[in-house]
């Protein structure tokens, strides 16, 4: 059983820094993709950043160049580094992979990103 436990969220003004951390159990993030999601108020869930299986990271055009994603497989932990944070990146963010055929996700971290 995949358990993904998401942390770190907060309250934070505009061009801030936080950082999201992902604790994961039973599998291995170097065999696994791993991704973030994000759900602002009143709007769908929207795909953030993934690091695919061999290690490479693609992101979304809105936060390219201000977040990074990251593993530390000693950890079993990938983080979300968020720079330059502007109101619009407000939402609950989500940890995402896909499992032997099934899907998890972490329980969500509210980030708030005030102007």
């Known amino acids: 059983q995949v358990q993904l436990v998401d942390s770190g969220g907060g309250l934070v003004q505009a061009g801030g820094s936080l950082r999201l951390s992902c604790a994961a159990s039973?599998?291995?993030?170097?065999?696994?993709?791993m991704a973030w999601y994000r759900q602002a108020p009143g709007k769908q869930r929207e795909w953030v950043a993934t690091?695919?299986?061999?290690?490479?990271?693609v992101y979304a055009d809105s936060v390219k160049g201000r977040f990074t994603i990251s593993i530390d497989n000693a950890k079993n932990t990938v983080y979300l580094q968020m720079n330059i944070l502007k109101p619009e990146d407000t939402g609950v963010y989500y940890c995402?992979?896909?499992?032997?055929?099934?899907?998890?996700w972490g329980q969500g971290t509210q980030v708030t990103v005030s102007s």
């Open positions: 039973a599998i291995t993030f170097n065999i696994n993709r």
């Open positions: 995402n992979t896909v499992y032997d055929g099934t899907e998890y």
């Open positions: 690091r695919t299986r061999g290690g490479i990271t």
